[in-house]
């Protein structure tokens, strides 16, 4: 079999070695190539246009390539990853592992985590965009696959299913990508279509009326908030040691571990420690607040964090690669507060715009440098205001990643 992989990154590196020690030499195509090479272990290196689908039987592609790209629109034999392992899965003809997706807008990270820990007992590990990829969770016989799994990799999945699914709200994110709002949702919702009788799936209430929520086969938790699925979960909230937007992350995992295994442990759920920069506190020498949330990257997200501090003034550092997202009910919910913008990045010119409408203050900063030197110059020594970094926006414009934006803010937050 003729097997290409679509773009080089380090989602496919561990499925290209493990081709290779099948016995498969591969064509794998990326835009970064620029003309035609080999590898050490044979593997063809080539530029995206030097791609013949009448020369290769399968092609593999790390699932950000998006819908449009040239590589995508030629290809015949086009399956997904999730789609690949399902089938080596099928052919194995043993016991199958317990699937278990998480996805959504924000709070995946943290939902797998926390579902993790939940079932590690049982042989849980997680996968997906965190994690293990699955190429070792196949190999090493991984009993249960906790998968976070992003709109990109529901997109171009057909076949594989999961056992549990749980869906966090869905906002506008990755607009560009998928075209429309609408074509999101439906890619987010597109496993419901293949799950069994005896699945489980978390959908949240807005979404009920869509035609694969009402056409759904299995057990359907439709949830509105977290008070609402605390009820049907039958937990009470206050015995839960995380707040919002966490609060909801951990009952959709206490929820797949119930359905699971009737493993809905909470003492041990509140041993779970938040990961980094995901509305992160901490404090310089001077007791002033400053919040890590570079992980918000999209309206909803920078809505939840500002959310938290209301009743303080605001600096906020906003501004990135927005991928086309509505920005709108951004400054819908900002115009009542007490916050002044301190804009960076790709889009600061469309946030300027928007702060003047809604009659917000707004600094044009350019980088995040800069932002923090206005910062530093306008607040007080002992103030009682928050420094926010939540930019509602993707970080590589900038940066090489939303951590490395964190942890610089966090290194000039605490430089004298």
């Not at 600094?363 to 910062?375: E, N, S, T, V």
Request: glycine fraction near 6%.
């Amino acid at each position: 079999m003729r097997i290409s992989i679509f773009g080089y990154g380090v989602t496919t590196h561990p499925l290209v070695a493990f081709l290779n020690n099948q016995g498969h030499t591969l064509h794998i195509y990326d835009d970064k190539f620029q003309e035609k090479s080999m590898d050490s272990y044979g593997n063809a290196l080539l530029p995206s246009s030097a791609f013949d689908p009448n020369k290769s039987d399968m092609e593999i592609l790390s699932p950000g390539i998006p819908p449009s790209h040239p590589l995508v629109c030629s290809a015949k034999h086009l399956i997904s990853e999730y789609d690949y392992f399902a089938t080596l899965l099928a052919q194995d003809n043993k016991e199958m592992p317990f699937m278990v997706w998480i996805s959504g807008t924000n709070g995946k990270t943290t939902t797998t985590e926390m579902s993790t820990l939940l079932l590690k007992e049982f042989g849980a590990q997680s996968g997906g965009n965190i994690g293990t990829p699955l190429v070792h969770l196949y190999t090493q016989k991984t009993k249960v696959w906790v998968l976070e799994t992003s709109s990109f990799s529901l997109h171009y999945t057909h076949k594989a299913t999961p056992h549990i699914y749980a869906l966090l709200p869905v906002r506008e994110d990755h607009i560009s990508w998928h075209g429309s709002f609408e074509a999101y949702i439906d890619d987010k919702l597109s496993p419901l279509a293949r799950m069994a009788l005896d699945s489980v799936a978390f959908i949240p209430v807005e979404l009920g009326s869509h035609a694969l929520v009402s056409s759904f086969k299995g057990k359907l938790i439709c949830y509105e908030g977290s008070k609402d699925l605390s009820e049907q979960l039958g937990i009470t909230l206050e015995d839960i040691a995380f707040k919002e937007p966490f609060l909801l992350d951990s009952l959709l995992a206490l929820g797949v571990a119930k359905y699971a295994f009737n493993a809905d442990n909470i003492a041990l759920l509140n041993t779970f420690h938040i990961g980094a920069h995901r509305i992160a506190e901490f404090y310089d020498k001077h007791n002033r607040l400053w919040v890590d949330d570079s992980k918000g990257t999209n309206v909803d997200a920078t809505i939840c964090a500002i959310g938290r501090y209301t009743s303080r003034h605001i600096m906020l550092i906003l501004g990135g690669d927005d991928k086309g997202a509505n920005l709108v009910p951004l400054f819908e919910y900002m115009q009542d507060k007490d916050i002044e913008i301190f804009a960076i990045g790709a889009n600061q010119e469309r946030l300027h715009t928007l702060a003047k409408s809604y009659h917000i203050p707004l600094q044009l900063c350019g980088d995040i440098y800069k932002a923090m030197d206005c910062i530093k110059q306008k607040r007080e020594e002992h103030a009682s205001d928050v420094v926010l970094l939540s930019p509602a926006a993707a970080s590589l414009d900038q940066f090489s990643s939303y951590k490395e934006r964190g942890e610089i803010f966090v290194n000039l937050a605490l430089q004298p």
